[in-house]
């Protein structure tokens, strides 16, 4: 249970981290119109998400390969 709230709470602060980036790269005392779109800290974590899956997969296809040709 600790660990799950432990990862929501990373989740949580890597979006504001990323929103933070965002209004700072947007510039301090910059027009209202010019806004951070909420959708930056999604399309970065779904990023993450599949580049750590990416990772994974290639990881236990390295494993799976090594034990299907007897090395191990």
Do not use: H
Request: proline share 1%.
């Amino acid at each position: 249970m600790f660990k799950k709230v432990g990862l929501g709470f990373l989740f949580v602060g890597l979006a504001f981290g990323v929103m933070a980036l965002c209004e700072i790269t947007r510039g301090v005392g910059a027009d209202a119109s010019v806004k951070a779109s909420v959708l930056w800290p999604v399309f970065i974590g779904i990023c993450a998400i599949m580049l750590i899956f990416t990772v994974l997969l290639f990881a236990a296809n390295q494993k799976l390969n090594s034990l299907v040709e007897g090395e191990e």
